[in-house]
């Protein structure tokens, strides 16, 4: 919310950010990336960028990338928090 004694902040710092690096080389473990395994819950209605994809381009970055397409927006564990608890606490056990 705009209106909250800390959003000027928030904004601020993000002047104060190294610039992005793409998934390709945040994850692409030939590019020196993180090569572990990766979920990205994604809010299908997001209107900061185009949901679909984004989430078709993690899906190519690796095979083995798990995407949950949820019926949400752009701050989707906000939102949804215990629908993206589930799918976080499944796939930790699947995959430790």
């Known amino acids: ?11 601020i710092s993000g002047g104060k ?4 690096q793409s998934a390709n080389e945040l994850l ?3 590019r ?3 090569g572990g395994p990766v979920i990205v819950c994604q809010g299908t209605e997001d209107p900061l960028n ?3 994809l984004r989430a078709d381009q993690f899906e190519r970055v690796r095979d083995d990338i798990e ?4 019926a949400a927006g752009h701050c ?17 056990k699947a995959k430790c």
């Open 28 to 30: 692409d473990p030939a």
């Open 1 to 11: 919310d705009s209106y909250d004694f800390g959003a000027k902040n928030v904004i």
């Open 67 to 70: 995407i949950k397409r949820i």
């Open 32 to 34: 020196e990336g993180f």
């Open 76 to 92: 989707v564990m906000d939102e949804k928090p215990a629908e993206v608890a589930s799918y976080l606490v499944d796939w930790m």
């Open 17 to 20: 950010l190294p610039s992005p």
């Open 50 to 52: 185009d949901a679909k």
